[in-house]
């Protein structure tokens, strides 16, 4: 029928590389740009019977986030915002490695008689496409939107050149019935951190002098052009934004949130004079974000606040927050909020000791965002961060009717003045911050106002915790697949004797942690070692790096 011969001629224009497996991994596909034209093509396909069966919007995003320049990528975001559910993940890897248009079809007219899909012709499908400003993103692009059509019914619209998380928070927004052009975008977070600023009480205010400034590294990125945008329409915050895709640099080259966490060191464009003032750095498509200090000399070397405390810094102004709630209300009101947070491996133990004292709820994922985020839902108010920067906070449905009736009851009432202000302010942060996913220029936003709130300066918040000296390395291997671990990615089960082997290297150390894991963006395994000194945290990285190889 007409169905079966649009995708076998469309998919016979797309060969799959030869000798290449792909897999769908923690970020999507994700490979040299060169190699990507018949997955996103096939993921596009993909894309249109995600929202045939789900009868919602889905959202297609062309990017590599922080590889480089000559990668790209492509990931799926589901009809919340979200990552595309894992169980259809096999699809996808199906799909991208069928190696025929036959085989291809053959997997796709399985697929929808499993999974009950109507290709009837008659149901409408629409997919939300975006890409970041990588050179190969146009023709990806074009491989995405014949995908997409070459489903009867199916429709694509190119949402244009965008951040990741601005992706996805469209396609959340679009499946709640709400506008969603790029200007809703801007205008839903700028009146949101206003209106925060608003929230601030007067004598807490000490936004003067430099401490109105932030200087962002955009990665040369696409996150530096939207971040001007955004900054346009704040007015006490002055965003000074270096490294923006136009300025010529390379993507993602010495520069960026991965660089900049990985390597601790400054990134292209920033040295001495910038010394005390506060600094950020984003990745290559903005869903990572950390801040950090430059020194007065110039060794390079930088004080890197990283996603670790942003969550400790969102978790002590919510948990603020929601004891004005409390402290406020009478028994009738009371409502014990669920606060919990998620944290993987990689956080520093420092931040993880930080937040127990705390009296909060810490809880541990396997690293990927997907998992993260699942947890994160499982409470009132979820903050999630990797310590590379990506993270957000998550409000329930629930929590956020409790607050909104909380604001209306408490006005028409005499007391309780501080309570409604908190619930305002929760209010505001569940509408400025991204709950499809980690967006770093709505968690820049919230961290700002957050700072002019406590009155505190970036060194005062990097004082919550002092980090453990940390070191990660990556080891090339044949399979890395044949490293297997258990219980959030803290041990290894096998190849059997390499956990022995690793505890009695880390019972070395005072304060010694360690562990490795096969990455799931790279052909690698990732070792990560803690320790009481730098020197320690590298030697210890390094010899069991040698365990693993
Ligand atoms: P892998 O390659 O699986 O370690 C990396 C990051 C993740 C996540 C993904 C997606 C580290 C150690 N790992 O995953 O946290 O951000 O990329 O971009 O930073
Ligand atoms: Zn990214």
Redesign the pocket.
């Known amino acids: 029928d007409e169905q079966q011969s649009l995708l076998l001629s469309s998919s016979s224009r797309f060969s799959p590389p030869q000798g290449v497996k792909l897999s769908y ?3 999507g596909f994700r490979a040299d740009a060169s190699l990507l034209p018949s997955t996103v093509y096939r993921v596009g396909i993909l894309a249109a019977l995600r929202s045939l069966k789900t009868g919602s919007i889905i959202g297609l995003m062309i990017t590599a ?2 590889n480089k320049v000559s990668d790209n990528g492509v990931k799926i975001a589901d009809p919340n915002g979200g990552m595309l559910s894992q169980h259809w993940e096999p699809f996808a890897d199906a799909l991208a490695n069928a190696p025929s248009p036959q085989h291809l079809l053959l997997l796709i007219n399985e697929f929808v008689a499993k999974e009950g899909i109507l290709m009837d012709g008659v149901s409408q499908a629409e997919v939300l496409l975006g890409r970041d400003t990588r050179p190969s993103g146009d023709a990806l692009f074009e491989a995405a939107r014949q995908g997409v059509t070459s489903v009867v019914g199916a429709v694509a619209t190119d949402m244009g050149i965008l951040t990741t998380p601005q992706l996805h928070w469209m396609v959340r927004a679009r499946n709640k019935g709400m506008q969603v052009s790029e200007q809703d975008y801007f205008e839903q977070l700028s009146s949101s951190f206003r209106y925060l600023e608003d929230l601030i009480p007067a004598e807490k205010s000490k936004f003067d002098g430099l401490n109105n400034k932030v200087i962002v590294d955009g990665s040369n990125g696409v996150g530096g052009v939207k971040l001007k945008v955004l900054g346009s329409l704040l007015n006490a915050l002055v965003i000074e934004v270096r490294n923006s895709s136009e300025d010529g640099g390379v993507l993602n080259d010495g520069v960026g949130a ?1 660089y900049v ?2 390597e601790k060191v400054a990134p292209h464009g920033f040295g001495s004079k910038d010394a005390g003032i506060r600094c950020a750095s984003l990745d290559g498509d903005a ?2 974000l950390v801040y950090f200090i430059v020194p007065p000399e110039s060794s390079g070397r930088i004080d890197l606040v990283d996603g670790d405390k942003i969550l400790s810094l969102f978790a002590v102004f919510i948990r603020e927050q929601l004891s004005f709630l409390n402290e406020n209300e009478g028994i009738k009101n009371s409502h014990q909020a669920r606060l919990g947070v998620v944290q ?1 491996a ?1 956080a520093n133990g420092a931040s993880t000791n930080y937040l127990k004292q705390l009296g909060l709820e810490v809880n541990f994922t396997p ?3 997907k998992y993260l985020h699942e947890k994160a839902a499982e409470f009132d108010i979820g903050i999630y961060f ?3 920067g ?1 993270g957000t906070v998550l409000f329930s449905e629930s929590f956020v009717g409790w607050l909104e009736a909380r604001t209306k009851e408490i006005s028409s009432g005499s007391n309780g003045s501080e309570g409604k202000k908190a619930a305002l302010r929760l209010l505001a942060v569940s509408k400025l911050i991204n709950q499809a996913v980690g967006d770093a220029l709505s968690g820049l936003l919230l961290v700002e106002v957050i700072l002019q709130y406590m009155g505190w300066s970036i060194h005062r918040w990097n004082e919550l915790y002092h980090d453990l000296p940390s070191r ?1 390395l990556k080891v090339k291997v044949a399979d890395r697949n044949a490293v297997i671990t258990a219980n959030a990615e803290t041990v290894v089960v096998s190849p059997p004797g390499l956990q022995e082997a690793i505890n009695a290297e880390t019972g070395k150390y005072h304060q010694g942690r360690c562990f490795v ?6 052909d ?1 395994v ?1 070792v ?1 070692a803690e320790a009481s000194t730098q020197e320690a945290a590298d030697t210890l990285a390094n010899s069991v790096a040698k365990l693993v190889d």
């Open positions: 991994g923690t970020a986030s922080h991965d966490q990985k869903d990572r993987t990689y690293t990927g965002v990797e310590a590379n990506h990660q894991r096969p990455s799931g963006t790279e690698v990732r990560y």
